[in-house]
């Protein structure tokens, strides 16, 4: 039959099984709820340091404004002057931060959240709940003013760089290209430094490109004078603006040339008419208007004839170049190619007015038909018929 065994007693005694009740009983004490309604506009605040350790005797300056966004609460009207007010705390007392306090809105859900502190006196056993703001604490590294040195220091005590001019050597000595060009502008467009009386002070280099600059720029152009300089950049003969008749607009005198004018001989294509005889020439132009022009004895538009003539011969041996360009050959084969009759200076001009470097571009080509259909104008009396210069040029149809 076994025992039952029983549980080991301390050396102390026997201790009771129960708690024995005391003989005096604790004094219930009632606890009375209130709640503050009307405080003035002013409330406590339960604020919030997210990523800060912020000291607690950090002095706060409390400022209030009127809130942009206002909002009625009809349920409470304590809650009307924190509705329509704000609170800002802001503290400069640390050495490099400044600790500012405000109310943030999130736009959600948590906006409509409600805070309260509860306010207990154990003397009267009273609770008073107080409507409560809510601020979020954030600090800010102060910028640093660095005050300027009045006294005349040693050009070897020279502050060290800032972080913007070290970035900006590093960038010109081993920026990219685009880097490069970007530190330039920032240079060039950098407003200049002023002086005492709120004047620009300029390098040597820059007063002088502003002193020339106010020399050379004058008032701005006319309407005039800019349709006067885009009609004398266009490859035509320059025509006479006050003309009142046709004959006006151009003269042979201004196509040729005064000193070609007069070098040009023209006695014997008349001898050579006036004899019936036949005179051969290389344009078919000039061929077909001979007999015409000499019997019109008229010795302006014969010489007139003459220098298409010459042009055309002129033209015919320059060689092609690149590109569409047409190259000038050597003064021999010129006189070869046109004949004896033209002389140096006659050559000279033409060079210089439609090939000054040697060459004839897409605009001097231009220019130099141009100037043979207005000398086409003044000996066909202005009623021409283009297709006889076509064929001289070796144009196309198109062209």
């Not at 409330?43 to 000291?55: R, S, T, Y």
């Amino acid at each position: 039959m076994s025992e039952k065994k029983r549980k080991r007693t301390t050396e102390g005694g026997d201790s009771p099984s129960k708690k024995v009740a005391s003989g005096e009983s604790a004094s219930e004490q009632s606890v009375k709820f209130s709640i503050v309604r009307g405080s003035g506009g002013w409330a406590p605040a339960v604020a919030v340091a997210p990523g800060l350790d912020l000291p607690t005797n950090v002095p706060l300056q409390a400022y209030t404004k009127p809130r942009t966004n206002t909002v009625s609460d009809s349920t409470s009207t304590g809650r009307s002057a924190l509705s329509e007010s704000e609170l800002l705390l802001h503290c400069s007392a640390h050495p490099k931060l400044d600790y500012t306090a405000r109310e943030e809105s999130s736009g959600g859900a948590d906006d409509l959240l409600r805070h309260y502190i509860g306010v207990y006196d154990p003397a009267t056993g009273d609770i008073q709940i107080v409507p409560a703001r809510k601020v979020t604490v954030r600090g800010t590294l102060r910028s640093t003013v660095v005050p300027e040195k009045r006294d005349d220091s040693s050009e070897d005590e020279k502050a060290p760089p800032s972080r913007f001019a070290a970035r900006t050597l590093l960038g010109q000595a081993f920026g990219t290209k685009k880097s490069q060009k970007a530190i330039r502008a920032i240079t060039e467009n950098a407003i200049a430094p002023q002086n005492s009386s709120g004047k620009s002070v300029l390098d040597p280099l820059a007063s002088a490109i502003i002193d020339s600059m106010s020399q050379t720029s004058g008032p701005a152009a006319t309407r005039e004078e800019l349709q006067a300089e885009i009609d004398g950049a266009k490859p035509r003969p320059k025509p006479n603006m006050e003309a009142e008749t046709p004959a006006e607009v151009y003269k042979i005198e201004d196509l040729v040339g005064a000193s070609s004018l007069q070098a040009l001989k023209v006695r014997d294509w008349q001898s050579a008419v006036e004899a019936n005889k036949d005179v051969q020439t290389s344009s078919k132009y000039v061929s077909r208007r001979l007999v015409k022009v000499v019997s019109s004895k008229n010795i302006m538009r014969l010489k007139a004839l003459r220098y298409v003539l010459l042009l055309l011969d002129w033209y015919s041996c320059l060689k092609p170049g690149m590109k569409g360009m047409k190259k000038l050959p050597q003064r021999e084969d010129i006189t070869k190619a046109v004949g004896g009759e033209i002389t140096g200076s006659m050559l000279e001009s033409l060079r210089k007015r439609f090939a000054p470097d040697g060459n004839m571009n897409k605009w001097t080509i231009d220019n130099f038909m141009t100037h043979v259909c207005a000398l086409t104008l003044t000996i066909d009396l202005y009623e021409v018929d283009i297709s006889d210069v076509r064929d001289d040029l070796r144009l196309e149809t198109k062209q």
